[in-house]
């Protein structure tokens, strides 16, 4: 019989480690927690099913959009043209999280026929198909998200080109923006996963940076991420600033990394994302994989000051030593350069903001996947930056905890 561990380890929730008291009352299993029904409810995936009338003027139908814990999802549903003229149409589906700040979206379209063309009255569609995506984020998506529908008629062009359906995705993002807070966009489906590899036209060769309602939209693997460009108020494409890595940087980035950094691949740009402490505005540094596969580096108020002490300092202080903000962000470039799940590691960094690590498992050499993206960075930047003032290959810096994942995994491309 497989063990708790075991099921917990392969389920969707493979982060759990204290099986605390709620816990059966939160996955509705009741009070005491019997381990036997933890291990069979985990065992298997769940699901969350959410249907909705869908209905304008001599046009209706029904959408059904069913996610479940493995990623699997299906997304299904008819229209059918009730009175005399014909209509093309389209049909957006998003399920929101508030708690989870994540809006997951699908589209189909097509047309119907009523009495005044020649035609089927009726179309339905069944969608099924898997995200990563969904499994990383189903704690939040399982709590509270809802189901909204958009049923738009009389639409010329509804199958027409991807930029129009890129178009839409940046239109739902606005939209779900004014909601509520929103971390990204996860794009599902035939007609909407095709818009998040699509290419962008960029002044500065950044693919798959464009513009929608004056803010700018990074698109990473199957989310969206939206964007300002340091020391400036304007979302242009052309005020972005964009490098590949300079001598120094690279230099200083193979005192830590050695070869296991793709430094061909990655850009270093100034955008960064709005974010908020006790403290005041941060504009918080990122890394996404770009489209194009490249690996984008955004350091934002850093972006002139990567081997100089952050230039935030004010409003933050997990960075007080030169370099450590770029090591930090550097880090991330390597997680994804040796990750074989970059969706859900992109959505991860987006929304998990826990850059605290627990000393005492670095003491005890825990796994060093089990350490979260920004826990996994902070103890690489944390060992530099306590260290490079004297020499990373002194016994001071060897014989440091936290040296030991450097050594381990980090300088051996090991995750």
């Known amino acids: 019989m497989k063990s708790v561990r075991q099921a917990i380890q392969k389920s969707w929730f493979p982060e759990l ?147 129009d359906v890129v178009t839409v995705i940046i239109e739902t993002y606005v939209a779900a923006q004014f909601a509520g807070a929103v971390g990204a966009v996860l794009v599902l489906g035939v007609e909407l996963g095709a818009a998040a590899g699509q290419t962008f036209i960029n002044p500065n060769v950044l693919a798959g940076i464009t513009v929608g309602a004056g803010i700018l939209l990074v698109f990473g693997p199957g989310a969206i991420i939206p964007a300002l460009v340091a020391g400036t108020g304007t979302a242009l494409l052309a005020d972005i600033r964009s490098r590949s890595m300079n001598e120094a940087e690279i230099a200083l980035a193979r005192t830590v990394f050695r070869d296991t950094l793709p430094f061909e691949r990655i850009k270093i740009t100034d955008l960064y994302t709005p974010s908020h402490n006790a403290s005041g505005f941060v504009a918080r540094e990122f890394v996404v994989p770009g489209i194009d596969g490249s690996i984008l580096v955004n ?35 390597w997680q994804i350069h040796h990750s074989s799940f970059t969706p859900g590691l992109l959505c991860e960094a987006l929304l998990n903001r826990n850059y605290h690590y627990d000393k005492a498992r670095v003491s005890a050499r825990a796994p060093w996947s089990d350490f979260g993206p920004e826990e996994q960075a902070s103890i690489v930047n944390e060992w530099f930056g306590a260290n490079n003032n004297s020499n990373l290959e002194s016994p001071q810096a060897l014989n440091d905890e936290r040296f030991f994942y450097v050594a381990q995994n980090i300088r051996v491309g090991h995750t």
Do not use: C
């Open 299 to 333: 350091m934002g108020k850093n972006f002139d000051h990567t081997l100089e002490v952050d230039a935030q300092r004010g409003v933050r202080d997990a960075y007080p030593n030169a370099g450590e903000v770029f090591i930090h962000e550097l880090t991330h470039a």
């Open 17 to 163: 480690r204290i099986l605390r008291s709620d816990l059966g009352t939160s996955l509705q299993l009741g009070e005491p927690l019997s381990l036997t029904a933890l291990t069979r409810h985990l065992d298997q995936p769940e699901e969350r099913r959410f249907q909705a009338p869908l209905d304008a003027d001599a046009l209706h139908g029904e959408v059904e959009f069913i996610i479940r814990s493995d990623g699997t999802y299906t997304f299904r549903g008819h229209v059918r043209a009730t009175g005399f003229p014909s209509f093309a149409y389209r049909v957006q589906a998003t399920i929101r999280s508030p708690s989870a700040g994540i809006v997951v979206m699908a589209q189909t379209s097509g047309r119907v026929f009523g009495t005044d063309t020649p035609g089927d009255r009726q179309r339905s569609w069944e969608e099924n198909n898997s995200s990563p995506s969904l499994r990383q984020f189903w704690m939040g998506l399982r709590a509270d998200a809802r189901l909204e529908t958009n049923l738009q008629k009389d639409l010329s062009g509804v199958t027409g080109a991807v930029v």
